[in-house]
């Protein structure tokens, strides 16, 4: 099973070593291989991401059996791209017409929310008793998206240290349980489900 990621690269290169670490305790014998198709910022849409999408599963010596886009459901665009992730969501089955290969998924509202359920462990590594912004991370949302609370709980805890993804995101999930952030946020949870689905990992399933 060969299952093409669209992403971006700032995320890939923090969350995918986790991901694939979650999927090989659940998914013995029948890990998938993961193609990451990155961008640098925000990936495609419209017309882009339908050629995208269909060039994936038809074209190449080993064309993907499935695709998944995934998305921040912030963008940083004015005024917001999406209202939320099943506006999302609607819109990128809507750009990809038919096609039962392909799978949208978001993070609501950024990648941030899914580090929030490990606040503890950030509050270690940002050396910070800054209360935790909510107990759904997901709700967190374009006024304030997640990746400005990590980025003033680092900056604000007296040492100047900025929140830097590609550094303090690794560090964060590093020796974690994903589920921790799965059952706490159901758009990290129905993501990895598909995963495990379309590699018949059904018992796998995260509930």
């Known amino acids: 099973m060969k299952i093409s990621l669209i992403m971006e690269g700032m995320t890939e290169k923090v969350f995918l070593p986790h991901l694939r670490a979650f999927l090989q ?25 339908r050629r995208q999408v269909e060039t994936l599963l038809s074209v190449g010596k080993e064309p993907a059996d499935a695709v998944i886009a995934l ?4 963008t940083g665009s004015q005024p917001p ?42 509050q270690q590594l940002a050396k910070s008793n800054r209360a935790c912004p909510g107990s759904n991370p997901e709700r967190v949302n374009h006024m304030k998206p997640p990746a400005h609370h990590l980025q003033e709980v680092f900056s604000k805890a007296g040492r100047g240290q900025a929140y830097v993804k590609t550094r303090d995101a690794d560090r964060i999930l590093r020796g974690q349980d994903l589920l921790v952030a799965a059952n706490a ?18 018992e796998a399933m995260v509930p």
């Open 81 to 122: 791209d999406f209202a939320d992730a099943a506006d999302a969501k609607a819109k990128m089955r809507r750009w990809i017409g038919e096609n039962e290969r392909f799978y949208p998924h978001t993070a609501q509202h950024d990648f941030e929310a899914w580090l929030l359920p490990y606040w503890e462990r950030i």
């Open 71 to 74: 998305t921040d459901v912030y």
């Open 25 to 49: 305790t659940r998914l013995p014998g029948k890990m998938p291989k993961l193609d990451p198709v990155l961008y640098n910022g925000r990936i495609p849409t419209g017309e882009k991401l």
């Open 185 to 202: 946020c159901p758009e990290l949870k129905a993501f990895l489900n598909t995963i495990l689905r379309q590699c018949g990992g059904e």
